[in-house]
């Protein structure tokens, strides 16, 4: 899965650099697919002990780069429509995130899984990667993080920078759970 969204990355002008930030068990098949697949682009890296950290690492090892996109390996359909998209956005923002509206009811859960709050539906977009930033905002909030954040945005969103969200791709889901890879299955299938 994570070989297609980087070929898509190495088949991008755009994209001048990768690094592939990948745990210390799979650092070896990470250099087997580079060199099987020819990516050119493709740095390798060793992530860290969260997922913040293994980010930090990352951009540790860019060079001479204005903007960058940190995508989810674990998010195999990306395509080049989504990183034009985003590269027009955070050239105008210095910060973008693919999301896609909620289709379903949102509630906000209170004590004994007790309805606190519905949201409204209307407001509610579900981020996504890619997510672009300038380099010099993404790497100050990564120096300055205060917390644990579970996607790269909240750690700019924390800075007090704003986020522009920019619309994502519902076949760009997240393959965590056997259900999620049935659905990878056939969206694979179908493009």
């Known amino acids: 899965m994570l070989a297609w969204s980087v070929d898509t990355c190495q088949s991008c002008s755009l994209v001048q650099q990768i690094v592939l930030v990948l745990n210390d068990r799979d650092l070896a098949r990470g250099r087997k697919l580079k060199e099987e697949r020819g990516w050119s682009k493709v740095t390798l890296c060793p992530g860290g002990a969260w997922r913040q950290d293994s980010v930090r690492e990352g951009l540790r090892r860019i060079r001479d780069c204005d903007l960058v996109m940190i995508h989810d390996g674990a998010r195999p359909f990306l395509t080049l429509?989504?990183?034009?998209?985003?590269?027009e956005i955070v050239g105008e923002t210095g910060a973008a995130v693919a999301a896609i509206p909620v289709k379903d009811t949102i509630k906000l859960a209170a004590d004994g899984r007790l309805v606190g709050e519905t949201l409204q539906r209307d407001k509610l977009w579900a981020a996504q990667t890619p997510q672009m930033f300038s380099f010099d905002l993404i790497m100050r909030a990564y120096e300055n993080l205060p917390a644990e954040v579970t996607d790269d945005a909240t750690a700019v969103e924390l800075l007090g920078h704003k986020v522009q969200l920019y619309m994502g791709d519902y076949r760009n889901i997240k393959v965590t759970t056997t259900e999620d890879l049935a659905l990878a299955r056939i969206i694979a299938k179908s493009i």
């Open 81 to 87: 429509n989504l990183i034009e998209k985003g590269l």
